[in-house]
């Protein structure tokens, strides 16, 4: 059973800086996709950045240049969110999510097996 749990989520002022992290547990590693979406309320789930097995990154515009997607050196099982220059409108539920194929530019949730429950971030001006 593949379980995927975030942190580091909470509350910045514009311009401010949050890192999230994503443990995952369970998985058997070979081809996969991880990444981080969000999500606001009456809004469908976007992704943000997702990482594959051979470490290429893939960015929404929106994002691009402020955050980084990285898995935690020594440990495979973490994935982290490196958020700066936030703005008010990067306010939402960020999810994680894992995916046993290869990343795709401007996917949708669909690809994904298996997501974590969310950690809120909320930028303020």
């Known amino acids: 059973q593949v379980q995927l749990e975030e942190s580091g989520g909470g509350s910045v002022q514009a311009g401010g800086s949050l890192e999230l992290s994503c443990r995952a547990s369970?998985?058997?590693?070979?081809?996969?996709?991880m990444a981080w979406f969000r999500q606001t309320p009456g809004k469908e789930r976007e992704e943000v950045a997702s990482?594959?097995?051979?470490?290429?990154?893939?960015y929404a515009d929106s994002v691009k240049g402020r955050f980084n997607i990285s898995k935690k050196p020594g440990d495979r099982d973490t994935l982290l969110l490196q958020m700066s220059s936030l703005k008010p409108e990067d306010s939402a539920m960020y999810y994680c999510?894992?995916?046993?194929?290869?990343?795709?530019?401007?996917?949708?949730?669909?690809?994904?097996?298996?997501w974590g429950q969310g950690t809120q971030v909320t930028v303020s001006t």
């Open positions: 999510a894992v995916s046993h194929k290869f990343c795709e530019v401007g996917a949708d949730q669909d690809l994904y097996n298996y």
């Open positions: 369970g998985y058997r590693y070979g081809r996969h996709c």
């Open positions: 990482i594959d097995s051979d470490g290429v990154t893939i």
